[in-house]
């Protein structure tokens, strides 16, 4: 078992910048696939970012060239630096964990791919 805490989250505002982190404890490695996910009221969670054991990044098209996505291992967390806020980056957010298959390495940012979840971080952008 996995378990993934996220923190970070708050109000900003258009414009502005956020860090999330997410620290995970239990069964874990370096060798996980990790990824961020956001959904906001109405709306399907939909992946942004995502991270594999080798440190290569996938990102929506949302979010390329706003967001960054990182992870330290020997503390085991994964990080979010999102840039130039917008309101519609406004959702809850959550991190997402899964051991290394076919299925997260093709797909890396399928919600149906990862195994593991926190319970997310709210993230509010207003003017």
């Known amino acids: 078992q996995v378990q993934l805490v996220e923190s970070g989250g708050g109000s900003a505002q258009i414009g502005g910048s956020l860090t999330l982190a997410c620290v995970a404890s239990g069964d874990s490695d370096e060798k996980y696939s990790m990824a961020w996910f956001r959904q906001a009221p109405g709306k399907e969670r939909r992946g942004i970012a995502a991270i594999d054991k080798n440190a290569k990044t996938y990102y929506d098209a949302s979010v390329k060239g706003r967001f960054t996505i990182s992870k330290d291992d020997a503390k085991r967390a994964l990080y979010l630096q999102m840039l130039g806020l917008k309101p519609d980056d406004t959702a809850m957010y959550s991190c997402?964990?899964?051991?290394?298959?076919?299925?997260?390495?093709?797909?890396?940012?399928?919600?149906?791919?990862?195994?593991?979840w926190g319970q997310g971080t709210q993230v509010t952008v207003s003017s």
């Open positions: 997402a964990a899964a051991p290394p298959r076919q299925q997260v390495q093709h797909f890396p940012l399928m919600g149906a791919a990862y195994d593991y």
